[in-house]
């Protein structure tokens, strides 16, 4: 019987609201046990920080001009990020931490992935083994850094007997799709970016309320799409160049198009506009692999509006449904799959492959501080 660790995973994804933390039991190959899963919302100054400041840098040219702030926001998150360890971590080398940090840019045409988190500082206040740094490797071998969890979803999906092939759809700040043919112990699975998620939707709100996101859907419910604007989105879209990246950053898409719309109408276009991609790639992704099962996760999954009008768009034949009718928690798959990577690189496992990052070989990530 191999050897299972415990393992705290913490992730803070694109919307840049608070870190996710969850606590797994795994062996790090096809055992694995949720302990517990919390929530961490971020305070308003550090979350207004993360994104003026991801606002500003559009280039790697940016990360060096911005390293003053950039170094005082790392401090912030890194000291938050600490206060969860401390709370919820074991003071043992039985237990690892799996610190992926706050993306501010991610530019896979460049082979840049950063992340703000001090592992160093978290290990000097926290005296945990900390793992972190995943997709460094992963980008030094030629691939694009992400998605990276794939590998996790296909551990989930078989522990759960859930019948395959199935294709798991995480709509966060990006959307990204894991199609699954096998179970653990094959690599006969796939994943890339197909879009934005809730990006869009969430940087209109933010810009135009004191709100962080469109909750359940509500504002774009209350408002029209503008059909001219609409096709013009989607037809630069489509005309866009880099067409077979299989990663996206936020940067990638922007809002100007709806300028000068109401809330509502702003919002109800882009939900529009992001709906329609989601659904585009699902068809043109799963249709040739017979796939007709789609789980859902992701915060996205709450917006209402913008799952209804994936559904609409689909055909008949597929069938979209929330991961957690399988008593999977939708809100914390990342954090886990980060659990599981600290206990995967302590194993010298691989956590990236060819048909999931673009990587030109199967790939282990993250680098360690214990000492």
Same mark, same amino acid.
């Not at 094959?186 to 969430?202: E, Q």
């Not at 799963?286 to 992701?298: A, D, M, T």
């Given at each position: 019987?191999?050897?299972?660790?415990?393992?705290?995973?913490?992730?803070?994804?694109?919307?840049?609201?608070?870190?996710?933390?969850?606590?797994?039991?795994?062996?790090?190959?096809?055992?694995?046990?949720?302990?517990?899963?919390?929530?961490?919302?971020?305070?308003?100054?550090?979350?207004?920080?993360?994104?003026?400041?991801?606002?500003?840098?559009?280039?790697?040219?940016?990360?060096?001009?911005?390293?003053?702030?950039?170094?005082?926001?790392?401090?912030?998150?890194?000291?938050?990020?600490?206060?969860?360890?401390?709370?919820?971590?074991?003071?043992?080398?039985?237990?690892?931490?799996?610190?992926?940090?706050?993306?501010?840019?991610?530019?896979?045409?460049?082979?840049?992935?950063?992340?703000?988190?001090?592992?160093?500082?978290?290990?000097?206040?926290?005296?945990?083994?900390?793992?972190?740094?995943?997709?460094?490797?992963?980008?030094?071998?030629?691939?694009?850094?992400?998605?990276?969890?794939?590998?996790?979803?296909?551990?989930?999906?078989?522990?759960?007997?859930?019948?395959?092939?199935?294709?798991?759809?995480?709509?966060?700040?990006?959307?990204?799709?894991?199609?699954?043919?096998?179970?653990?112990?094959?690599?006969?699975?796939?994943?890339?970016?197909?879009?934005?998620?809730?990006?869009?939707?969430?940087?209109?709100?933010?810009?135009?309320?004191?709100?962080?996101?469109?909750?359940?859907?509500?504002?774009?419910?209350?408002?029209?799409?503008?059909?001219?604007?609409?096709?013009?989105?989607?037809?630069?879209?489509?005309?866009?160049?880099?067409?077979?990246? &299989?990663?996206?950053?936020?940067?990638?898409?922007?809002?100007?198009?709806?300028?000068?719309?109401?809330?509502?109408?702003?919002?109800?276009?882009?939900?529009?506009?992001?709906?329609?991609?989601?659904?585009?790639?699902?068809?043109?992704?799963?249709?040739?692999?017979?796939?007709?099962?789609?789980?859902?996760?992701?915060?996205?999954?709450?917006?209402?509006?913008?799952?209804?009008?994936?559904?609409?768009?689909?055909?008949?034949?597929?069938?979209?449904? &929330?991961?957690?009718?399988?008593?999977?928690?939708?809100?914390?798959?990342?954090?886990?799959?980060?659990?599981?990577?600290?206990?995967?690189?302590?194993?010298?496992?691989?956590?990236?492959?060819?048909?999931?990052?673009?990587?030109?070989?199967?790939?282990?990530?993250?680098?360690?501080?214990?000492?």
């Amino acid at each position: 019987m191999q050897k299972k660790y415990t393992s705290l995973g913490l992730m803070s994804g694109t919307s840049g609201d608070g870190v996710d933390a969850s606590i797994i039991n795994s062996n790090g190959v096809n055992e694995f046990e949720s302990i517990k899963d919390k929530f961490y919302e971020y305070d308003d100054n550090i979350f207004r920080e993360i994104h003026e400041i991801k606002e500003k840098i559009n280039s790697k040219n940016d990360l060096v001009k911005l390293i003053p702030g950039l170094n005082e926001l790392e401090r912030k998150i890194t000291l938050f990020h600490a206060k969860i360890v401390n709370e919820l971590a074991e003071k043992n080398k039985e237990w690892f931490v799996g610190f992926h940090g706050q993306t501010v840019y991610h530019n896979s045409l460049e082979k840049i992935s950063k992340q703000l988190g001090d592992a160093k500082l978290l290990h000097q206040l926290t005296k945990n083994k900390i793992f972190f740094n995943f997709r460094k490797n992963d980008i030094l071998n030629g691939g694009e850094g992400a998605p990276l969890t794939p590998l996790y979803h296909q551990l989930i999906i078989s522990k759960k007997k859930i019948d395959l092939p199935v294709c798991v759809l995480n709509i966060g700040g990006i959307s990204n799709i894991t199609i699954i043919k096998k179970g653990i112990g094959s690599d006969d699975f796939s994943s890339k970016d197909i879009g934005p998620g809730n990006c869009l939707i969430d940087s209109w709100v933010r810009k135009n309320t004191n709100k962080k996101f469109d909750i359940d859907g509500k504002i774009s419910m209350s408002g029209k799409k503008n059909e001219i604007i609409l096709e013009q989105a989607q037809e630069l879209y489509a005309n866009r160049l880099n067409k077979n990246k &299989l990663s996206f950053d936020v940067g990638d898409f922007d809002i100007s198009f709806a300028r000068g719309l109401s809330l509502q109408d702003g919002a109800a276009t882009l939900t529009e506009f992001t709906a329609n991609l989601i659904s585009e790639a699902l068809t043109e992704n799963l249709s040739e692999h017979n796939i007709k099962k789609i789980l859902l996760c992701g915060g996205g999954r709450k917006n209402l509006d913008l799952i209804k009008k994936i559904k609409r768009n689909l055909s008949n034949y597929m069938q979209l449904e &929330l991961i957690d009718n399988y008593k999977i928690d939708g809100d914390f798959i990342e954090s886990q799959a980060f659990a599981f990577f600290a206990i995967r690189s302590h194993l010298k496992l691989p956590i990236s492959f060819p048909n999931t990052t673009g990587c030109n070989k199967a790939c282990t990530g993250g680098e360690s501080i214990e000492t």
